[in-house]
C-alpha cells in the first residue's frame, strides 16, 4: 500500500524539515497548475518518469517550463539506451502515485530503490521548489537542501545534472 501525503509530512517533520503546503483543486498538467503562479513562490516541477531497456526507471524532476531531450538524455542520466516513458503500472509500483501527481516526494515509496531520482540543475537553483506531496489537490514548498535532504532519507542519492533547456515563453 503506498504511502499517504499524512505519512509524507510525518518523515518530512521526523526530519526537520520545514514545509508548506497548499490545498487547491486537481491539477493534471503543467498549464492547469500555472494558474497558481503568484500564489506559490519558487521553482515549479515537471516530472518525467523514464525508462531503457534494461528495465532501470528514472524520475527526472525538472523546471515547470524546461524542455528535454527524450533522445539525447540518456546519455546525461546513464541510462542503458534510449528512454521511453515508464508505465502506468511501474509508476504506481515504484512510487505510488498516478499520472498528474508525480512527484520526486514518491521516492517514499520506493523502497526497493528501483528508480534513479535526477534533479534539473537549473531547477536546483532555486531557493524553494513546489511539488505535489503525492497527490495532485495540493502544493508543497520544500528547500531545496531540504529535498535533497529527504531523497536521502529515503536511500536515494539524487543525481543534480543538466538535463534540460528552458523554452521561451
Do not use: C, W, Y
Not at 132 to 139: G, I, M, S, W
Not at 142 to 154: E, M, Q, S, Y
Amino acid at each position: 500500500m503506498p504511502r499517504t501525503p499524512d505519512d509524507l509530512f510525518a518523515m518530512l517533520a521526523e526530519l526537520g524539515i520545514a514545509v508548506k503546503t497548499v490545498e487547491h483543486p486537481p491539477l493534471f498538467t503543467v498549464g492547469e497548475s500555472q494558474s497558481l503562479r503568484g500564489q506559490i513562490a519558487g521553482g515549479h516541477t515537471k516530472n518525467l518518469f523514464l525508462k531503457d531497456k534494461k528495465d532501470r526507471f528514472f524520475l527526472l524532476t525538472v523546471e515547470e517550463e524546461a524542455e528535454v531531450d527524450l533522445k539525447q538524455v540518456h546519455h546525461i542520466i546513464g541510462a542503458a539506451s534510449r528512454v521511453s516513458f515508464g508505465k502506468l503500472e511501474k509508476l504506481m509500483d515504484h512510487l505510488g502515485v498516478l499520472p498528474g501527481a508525480v512527484t520526486a516526494f514518491g521516492a517514499i515509496n520506493d523502497e526497493d530503490g528501483a528508480v534513479t531520482f535526477v534533479l534539473d540543475a537549473a531547477l536546483m537553483a532555486h531557493e524553494t521548489i513546489n511539488a505535489h506531496p503525492l497527490v495532485n489537490t495540493a502544493t508543497t514548498s520544500i528547500g531545496a537542501d531540504d529535498l535533497v535532504k529527504f531523497l536521502r532519507a529515503t536511500g536515494h542519492e539524487p543525481l543534480i545534472l543538466n538535463v534540460s533547456t528552458v523554452s521561451p515563453h
